[in-house]
């Protein structure tokens, strides 16, 4: 390979949530583990490789010129940006006035939800849930209406579009969001299906706001496709939201982006992540993206990506073999795996909450999944060096799931 994804890297005192965050939250971030342990981050959703070099270069590059006053974002990042999503997403009509900057996907849903709804307003959602659209939205005034993924006979993730379109209707709804790709399933959603869903929003006048963060993160054989290129209908219902933080692991950096092909709404979307006086580019997270959505970023994500298939594929085989009553479906995108400990919990008469703490007691810093409406789950992250990934399920073998 041309980079080094088994690097193993030390961030305590570097100011990183994944490892510093530990015990600072009761009840959101995982304990501190017992002595003799060192943690091994497996929660929050950022990664544990060095980023591709040509962000730090372009980063670098830049700050060596001793001004960082007011300045105009560079004609380099919408060209940046336009040929990313034609190389790796096969979309090639965006233009520079589609593009808009938000600090992040969260406050551009937010953006979005405030031109479409009024508060207090029902919003459809898939669950499991997001625990960042939960949050958000509550703390915003709009209420959640879940309308739950099911298995299917493979043991896959599918869309429930009885379930969907009924709560639409009794729910008096018009907005909804999309997660593409899913998290926390990783699945990763055909187009057959998302014509499916679409048709459905047209029929009930459902605006749709759709995170894609995901979208560069596609270990599966579904490709990723954007949920505005399914129709044209799509493509002017719908605000779509990009970041390449979680690609390049940039959450740090600040700067995600919306693309919007309706001018209506793109005007209006606009204006309302203009009021707050805070939704406003940082130089270094510009140069950050053009860094990233370059020759060698692209590589970097081809490489990274094989190295996050080969964690899941390594994860699964552990489960399946060591680990009787949890379950999981297979991830088609992201690097998280999602834990039904279901069968586990009631076969040993334990909680979820007790397979989490023996976890975090040992150093295995992963994610309640109740807080995703997952009432026996657990989110694990899996991009890391592999050898740390090894570790941790040995750790669980020991520690956790030894019965």
């Not at 949530?17 to 981050?41: R, S």
Request: aromatic share 12%.
């Amino acid at each position: 390979m041309e980079f080094n994804f088994e690097k193993i890297i030390d961030r305590v005192g570097l100011d990183a949530v994944a490892v510093e965050g530990l015990g600072k939250k009761p009840g959101f971030t995982p304990d501190l583990p017992k002595e003799g342990f060192d943690v091994i981050p497996m929660w929050v959703a950022d990664m544990n490789f060095e980023t591709a070099p040509s962000i730090p270069e372009a980063m670098i590059k830049r700050a060596k010129h001793p001004l960082y006053g007011y300045y105009l974002p560079r004609d380099e990042y919408y060209e940046a940006i336009i040929a990313w999503h034609k190389k790796r997403k096969n979309v090639d009509d965006i233009k520079k006035e589609y593009i808009g900057y938000e600090n992040g996907v969260l406050g551009g849903v937010i953006s979005a939800l405030n031109v479409f709804c009024s508060k207090g307003d029902n919003v459809l959602v898939h669950s499991p849930t997001y625990v960042g659209f939960t949050a958000s939205l509550i703390n915003n005034g709009y209420k959640l209406v879940h309308s739950p993924l099911v298995l299917d006979e493979d043991n896959i993730f599918r869309m429930d579009y009885e379930d969907m379109e009924q709560k639409i209707v009794d729910n008096h709804i018009h907005a909804a969001i999309m997660c593409s790709p899913h998290n926390p399933s990783g699945r990763v959603w055909e187009r057959e299906e998302l014509e499916k869903a679409m048709e459905i929003f047209k029929k009930h006048n459902v605006y749709v706001i759709s995170d894609e963060i995901w979208s560069d993160i596609i270990v599966g054989d579904n490709p990723h496709i954007p949920t505005q290129s399914v129709s044209e209908d799509a493509k002017n219902r719908t605000v779509a939201l990009y970041a390449p933080s979680k690609t390049f692991n940039l959450a740090g950096l600040i700067g995600a982006y919306h693309i919007i092909y309706n001018e209506w709404i793109r005007d209006r979307v606009n204006k309302e992540s203009s009021l707050c006086h805070y939704n406003s580019m940082n130089v270094l997270s510009m140069y950050a993206l053009i860094g990233a959505y370059s020759e060698t970023g692209d590589r970097w994500v081809s490489e990274m990506v094989q190295v996050i298939k080969g964690n899941l594929e390594y994860a699964s085989q552990f489960i399946d073999e060591n680990f009787s009553g949890i379950k999981y479906s297979m991830p088609q995108g992201t690097y998280l795996l999602y834990l039904d400990c279901t069968e586990y919990c009631l076969k040993h008469d334990v909680s979820i909450k007790e397979i989490e703490k023996a976890g975090w007691d040992v150093g295995v810093a992963w994610q309640d999944g109740t807080m995703f409406n997952g009432p026996h789950h657990l989110r694990l992250n899996l991009a890391l060096p592999l050898s740390r990934v090894q570790e941790a399920f040995a750790r669980m073998q020991k520690y956790v799931f030894t019965k």
